[in-house]
């Protein structure tokens, strides 16, 4: 077993770290909204209740196992011995917080912050199963993401593991770096997405026999639009509370932190709106609103490290990859991805992760290589094992509802009744009978 | 064939780790954890291609 030390916390930082975490729960009511905002009215009460269960099974999962196996940094791990170096893999804290005293010392903040940050990273794959993932399978994969990928590599990444030891062991910059979570929150989201996505297979009437995707509109862009307003003050505090407590920066550079957020997400939205006007003819809402959460996503890890032109090139990067990898994976790759999950957290994410080697300030020599490591980390063991996972439990437990389910909608099948009652929906019009 | 492109994913993942804990040299070590990436991106165009495949076969 290895201890590693928390970055030393200020009076001042933790008197400041407090209210911008307790602000951190706008950016899942955000993307709550935008999910909700980008499906079909008649699965909008379901896919609102289903980001309350998330939001409910998350944080309980995390309090009673979840944190024992993350750790804050400041407390023993297991360790690997290679080649005469320890490198941490799982904490050794209690179950249930059982031992900790919660006050304004590190740890607990810690613990708060990532009591919303999980919550945050189960809400992501929502948005990839709408209108056919069951209420019961998005509760029991969520627990599999709270309890286990969630607090294992955010272990790796902030509670002192492996990866956070690059530096330290292998003379890799400062190790893997990441403040505000593009990776352990958006990344292992995002992946998640794209395993549900996978294992729940497309909308019924979304691809023709010959593969063409339908267009399946999202039935409210006022609740897109007011979820990314929403979100961004969110991910503001989230990129400035995750700085101080993981990277142990300065309290002032708060400012810096939500000017390059607030420039990452205005120049990702605006490059998104540019570049569906250039191929649509008119911008288009919700990419729009894509581009704008892939700018929130992507600031997360260098916000700290950027300059502010800087910050704008990586938003600019992120809405153009955004518009182009959703028209990937709908026209060429096959994936129903309708809130464009994939696109967004896991794509901006990776971006935001190389970023940090790319662009940022970020330290000495070999930044680069430990970021790629992490990157490797995502693809190669998050992805396998959500997706693995998740298909076990798609075994002992379907994930999609029943064919009849997709006709009614949601709202209907799973909860009784819709969420615009007064309001008369065809929602039969796009399906193939 | 998604079994197979998950897998080779894991063992792009497995180089990269090998590199990083074994290798000694930054040249070396730099190198091999690029190819791991080359691997599980390999890896991860077989899983997707797999996608593409399976829902025609169950038309």
Redesign the interface.
Known sequence: MTSLVVPPLSQVSAVLCLPLILLVPFAGVGLALINTGLGRARSAAHSMLSAICVTAVAALVYVILGFAWQGAGSSPDHVLI??G?S?GWIATEPFFLRGLRLDLSPTPLVVLLQLFSVGLAAIIPLSSGADRWRLGAICASTALLAGCTYPLFAHWVWGGGWLAQ?GVN???GRGFLDGGGSSTIQVVGGVTALSIT?IL??RRGK?S?D?MPAALPGHNAVLVLLGCMLAWIGWMALNSAGAMLFLGTEPGRVVLIAVNTTLCAASSGLAAAVVTRIRFGRPDASLSANGWIAGLVASSAAAAFLKPAAAMIVGGVAGILVVWVADLFEFR???DDPGGAVSVHAVGGLWGVLAVALLADAGPR?QW?AQ??G???L???V??LT??LNWLLNRLYRQRVAREGERQGMDLFELGAGAYPEFDIHGDEFLQR | MKLAGLLLMVAGWAIVVAAVALLPSAVARAGFVLAGVATELFGLALAVRSHLVLPAEGE
Request: hydrophobic share 60%; with cysteine; charged share 5%.
């Open positions: 290679v080649a170096k490198w690059l292998c003379g890799l996978w297979g497309p691809f026999a593969g790759f096959a994936i070999g290589l790629l490591v990157v490797a980390t693809l190669g063991f992805l396998p997706y693995g």
